[in-house]
């Protein structure tokens, strides 16, 4: 499955819509990942923790950007205040780390599984 995905993935968007600071609206935050070689190896060994820092490695090159620097581009334009920034990057880590957790989860019960029994 995940030799599959590696190989087909094109890419991934993930969005945060934050207000203003001018408070005429919401503005766009966006995580962005086009899987390259080196990702596509990430996801097939399962190695999902790593993808973040071939996303920051990749991000002139590929045209990928973390949440995080989407979110720092917003407030250096005083778009938004560096307080809703920092709530959002709070949210994407928590997402993050919520799916480094259930990736490690699955790794270890599949491991359990395939572990010669007694």
Excluded at 38 to 52: D, F, G, T
Excluded at 53 to 73: E, I, N, W, Y
Aim: aromatic fraction near 2%; glycine fraction near 6%.
């Amino acid at each position: 499955m995940r030799a599959q995905l590696s190989l087909v993935l094109q890419g991934v968007i993930s969005q945060q819509l934050i207000p203003r600071r001018d408070g005429r609206g919401p503005l766009l935050a966006a995580e962005v990942m086009i899987p390259n070689a080196a990702i596509r190896n990430l996801i097939r060994e399962e190695k999902v923790h790593q993808i973040y820092s071939q996303m920051q490695v990749g991000q002139t090159k590929f045209g990928m950007q973390t949440m995080s620097q989407s979110l720092v581009a917003l407030v250096q334009q005083n778009l938004i205040t560096r307080r809703r920034g920092a709530r959002a990057r709070d949210r994407a880590r928590g997402a993050h780390a919520r799916c480094s957790a259930s990736a490690a989860r699955r790794r270890r019960a599949g491991a359990a599984a395939r572990a010669p029994r007694r």
